[in-house]
């Protein structure tokens, strides 16, 4: 997970003026991640306010971080089922914004997770929501031929 931090895997998060910065696992196995956004004016229509798209770009970037850093081995989120954004406040080129992602809850094929921006006075800028679909590596086969023989 180490090499995804910065852009998070994708150049257009950088070239919007973000970059992941922390991440972690909890208690429960519930992936987290951190961030700083400062947006860059590609990122904002003509009156410098950022595009609401552009807040479902990184907050889809952080709650896929989030999912992949409580995910182990070769397990990986695979595609964005389902994403709600909402923005609350404008957010401001060259204003530095904080960004969260984290999992609210892991199944065997999804994954559900939320993410926020706030200010540097806590204030709540935009939040996601969204639900992923996992690719999850196939079971050993010893895992495998014990369920074949438990269902005999």
Same mark, same amino acid.
């Given at each position: 997970m180490e090499r995804w931090l910065g852009d998070g895997g994708m150049a257009l998060?950088?070239?919007?003026?973000? %970059? =992941?910065? /922390?991440y972690?696992?909890?208690?429960?196995?519930? +992936?987290?991640?951190?961030?700083?956004?400062v947006p860059e004016g590609l990122a904002?229509?003509?009156h410098g306010v950022v595009q609401a798209g552009v807040h479902s770009v990184l907050l889809d970037a952080c709650m896929n971080f989030a999912i992949n850093a409580?995910?182990?081995?070769?397990?990986?989120?695979?595609?964005?089922? %389902? =994403?709600? /954004?909402?923005?609350?406040?404008?957010?401001?080129? +060259?204003?530095t914004y904080r960004l969260r992602g984290e999992v609210v809850r892991l199944t065997r094929q999804v994954a559900y997770s939320e993410a926020v921006v706030r200010g540097?006075?806590?204030s709540l800028i935009s939040r996601?929501?969204?639900?992923?679909?996992?690719h999850r590596e196939a079971a050993s086969s010893s895992v495998v031929n014990e369920a074949e023989r438990r269902r005999s």
């Amino acid at each position: 997970m180490e090499r995804w931090l910065g852009d998070g895997g994708m150049a257009l998060v950088g070239d919007l003026g973000a %970059e =992941l910065t /922390t991440y972690g696992v909890d208690g429960e196995d519930l +992936g987290w991640v951190e961030g700083v956004f400062v947006p860059e004016g590609l990122a904002a229509n003509p009156h410098g306010v950022v595009q609401a798209g552009v807040h479902s770009v990184l907050l889809d970037a952080c709650m896929n971080f989030a999912i992949n850093a409580a995910l182990s081995g070769r397990d990986r989120t695979r595609a964005t089922l %389902e =994403l709600k /954004t909402e923005t609350m406040r404008p957010a401001l080129v +060259g204003v530095t914004y904080r960004l969260r992602g984290e999992v609210v809850r892991l199944t065997r094929q999804v994954a559900y997770s939320e993410a926020v921006v706030r200010g540097d006075d806590g204030s709540l800028i935009s939040r996601a929501t969204g639900t992923f679909l996992l690719h999850r590596e196939a079971a050993s086969s010893s895992v495998v031929n014990e369920a074949e023989r438990r269902r005999s």
